[in-house]
């Protein structure tokens, strides 16, 4: 498998350079590209996931379907493709960005994330078959049930996902607890 990079950007968005992913994540962790994806089924509802212990960056916390980041010259949707086969097996489709412009920081035992991470809403197609080393265990729910959790299990869960589905329904983009 091809050593993975991670795109460095500076505080505009633009490209700078990259460095391979090993690398990136620590207690100075430089800005980049990243995507968050929250992708929901025929019905509605939304596939949430536990990181796998074993991931450096928040080991073992509920967040959003898949979370990545695109490699040089690929666009998000591809990314978000790519990692949605690669973590869970699954088809993505209907995809459309909700907060293009988000960019966080976040700290958890030591590690920072520090990333431009524009936040999209789709589709998913077929049954969740996780990669151990990524996803530790999935569910599906309703957007309501979803908010209900992250406000009663604060920690557990991401801090992106929490402040990103915050933000998606400030902006209205749900149709009711569907994600269309």
């Known amino acids: ?35 968050s994806a929250y992708l929901f089924d025929d019905g509605g509802r939304l596939l949430v996931t536990r990181r796998a212990e074993g991931k450096q960056t928040f080991p073992g916390v509920w967040t959003n379907t898949v979370c990545g980041h695109p490699g040089p010259g690929e666009d998000d949707a591809a990314a978000i493709a790519r990692r949605a086969a690669f973590e869970l097996g ?6 459309r960005p ?32 996780p990669e151990p080393t990524e996803v530790g265990e999935w569910q599906l729910l309703d957007w309501s049930r979803f908010r ?16 990103q589905a915050r933000l998606i329904e400030e902006a209205g983009l749900l149709d009711g607890d569907r994600g269309n």
Not at 100 to 129: I, K
């Open 98 to 129: 909700a907060l293009p412009g988000y960019r966080y920081r976040a700290e958890f035992r030591g590690v920072v994330e520090n990333e431009v991470c524009p936040v999209y809403l789709g589709r998913f197609a077929g049954t969740p078959a």
């Open 1 to 35: 498998m091809a050593e993975e990079l991670i795109v460095l950007v500076d505080d505009d968005g633009t490209a700078i350079g990259t460095m391979p992913k090993p690398l990136v994540h620590h207690g100075e962790t430089p800005l980049h590209r990243a995507f």
């Open 90 to 95: 699954l088809g993505v489709s209907d995809l």
């Open 148 to 163: 209900h959790r992250q406000e009663t299990e604060g920690e557990a869960w991401s801090p992106w996902c929490r402040e």
